[in-house]
């Protein structure tokens, strides 16, 4: 029987990526977002592969969050793997000028949305006695960079989540893993930079970034490791990248 894995932030980027290569490769898939055309689209692709059910909701909305999870029908109910992706960086700026909406949007959905998603999942691992939590955090989560403050700061609340939870969980047998990824081409820049696509553009220049695809082949080799090995926090770098603020561009 194919294991089902609940993907959040999949209409864009790494959260996308993986949706594809998972469906391709053995998994149903559960996609959430909040752009509903983006998971439509997804659905529309994917349903030749796979079966696919989309739910669109906010990760920083608790109450939407529970609904949604609570409004999977019987044959959605088991969750095998659970992709914690869902995020982004709003702004970058030096502390004494940073905006309080982006700081808020960034707590919010990067540490408190995945708290929210995962906490039912977990009560549906422990009652099923299996499970697998990946948790995409980011190398802002191992070192801070200027600028990057909050970005950074919820990105180690991940890093710090990811090793608790995994202990908590240890007892039921359930699978935690961490990616924390370095620089990746997708839409995490225009997002951060307000849609100015010139500047995001700017970041990816003179070296080889990492693409979506690139974190969806780690995903899944972690997610289809045997039930004893458990890649428990894996840091991928482009190869031009060795460090937060050291890219070798040519
Ligand atoms: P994208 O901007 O391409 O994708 C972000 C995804 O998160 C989208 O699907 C978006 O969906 C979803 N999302 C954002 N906010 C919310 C919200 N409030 N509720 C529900 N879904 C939301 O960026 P990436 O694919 O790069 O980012 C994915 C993850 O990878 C993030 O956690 C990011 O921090 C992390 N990461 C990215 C790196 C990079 O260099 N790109 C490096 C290290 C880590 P929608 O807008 O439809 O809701
Ligand atoms: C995304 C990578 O370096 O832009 O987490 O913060 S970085």
Same mark, same amino acid.
């Given at each position: 029987?194919?294991?089902?894995?609940?993907?959040? +932030?999949?209409?864009?980027? =790494? %959260?996308?990526?993986?949706?594809?290569?998972?469906?391709? @490769? &053995?998994?149903?898939?559960? /996609?959430?977002?909040?752009?509903?055309?983006?998971?439509?689209?997804?659905?529309?692709?994917?349903?030749?592969?796979?079966?696919?059910?989309?739910?669109?909701?906010?990760?920083?909305?608790?109450?939407?969050?529970?609904?949604?999870?609570?409004?999977?029908?019987?044959?959605?109910?088991?969750?095998?793997?659970?992709?914690?992706?869902?995020?982004?960086?709003?702004?970058?700026?030096?502390?004494?000028?940073?905006?309080?909406?982006?700081?808020?949007?960034?707590?919010?959905?990067?540490?408190?949305?995945?708290?929210?998603?995962?906490?039912?999942?977990?009560?549906?691992?422990?009652?099923?006695?299996? +499970?697998?939590?990946?948790? =995409? %955090?980011?190398?802002?989560?191992?070192?801070?960079?200027? @600028? &990057?403050?909050?970005?950074? /700061?919820?990105?180690?609340?991940?890093?710090?989540?990811?090793?608790?939870?995994?202990?908590?969980?240890?007892?039921?047998?359930?699978?935690?893993?961490?990616?924390?990824?370095?620089?990746?081409?997708?839409?995490?820049?225009?997002?951060?930079?307000?849609?100015?696509?010139?500047?995001?553009?700017?970041?990816?220049?003179?070296?080889?970034?990492?693409?979506?695809?690139?974190?969806?082949?780690?995903?899944?080799?972690?997610?289809?490791?045997?039930?004893?090995?458990?890649?428990?926090?894996?840091?991928?770098?482009?190869?031009?990248?060795?460090?937060?603020?050291?890219?070798?561009?040519?």
């Amino acid at each position: 029987m194919k294991k089902t894995a609940f993907i959040t +932030g999949a209409t864009s980027g =790494i %959260g996308r990526a993986t949706a594809l290569l998972l469906g391709k @490769n &053995g998994f149903r898939i559960i /996609a959430t977002g909040r752009r509903q055309e983006r998971l439509d689209e997804l659905k529309k692709e994917l349903s030749k592969e796979t079966e696919i059910h989309t739910l669109n909701f906010d990760v920083s909305d608790q109450k939407a969050v529970l609904n949604a999870i609570e409004s999977l029908p019987k044959e959605w109910a088991t969750i095998d793997l659970l992709i914690n992706n869902a995020g982004n960086a709003h702004g970058l700026a030096s502390i004494e000028n940073g905006n309080m909406e982006d700081w808020e949007a960034m707590i919010d959905i990067n540490v408190k949305g995945l708290l929210y998603v995962s906490q039912p999942i977990i009560q549906k691992m422990i009652t099923q006695k299996s +499970g697998h939590i990946i948790n =995409i %955090g980011s190398v802002a989560g191992k070192e801070a960079y200027p @600028n &990057g403050n909050v970005y950074c /700061a919820s990105k180690h609340a991940v890093d710090a989540l990811n090793s608790s939870m995994r202990m908590d969980l240890n007892k039921y047998g359930i699978k935690v893993s961490q990616v924390a990824p370095g620089l990746v081409e997708t839409e995490f820049s225009l997002v951060r930079f307000k849609g100015d696509e010139d500047r995001s553009k700017s970041v990816y220049e003179g070296f080889d970034a990492l693409k979506a695809e690139d974190i969806a082949d780690l995903i899944l080799f972690m997610a289809t490791r045997p039930a004893h090995v458990n890649l428990a926090d894996v840091l991928i770098f482009p190869t031009a990248q060795a460090a937060s603020t050291m890219v070798n561009k040519s």
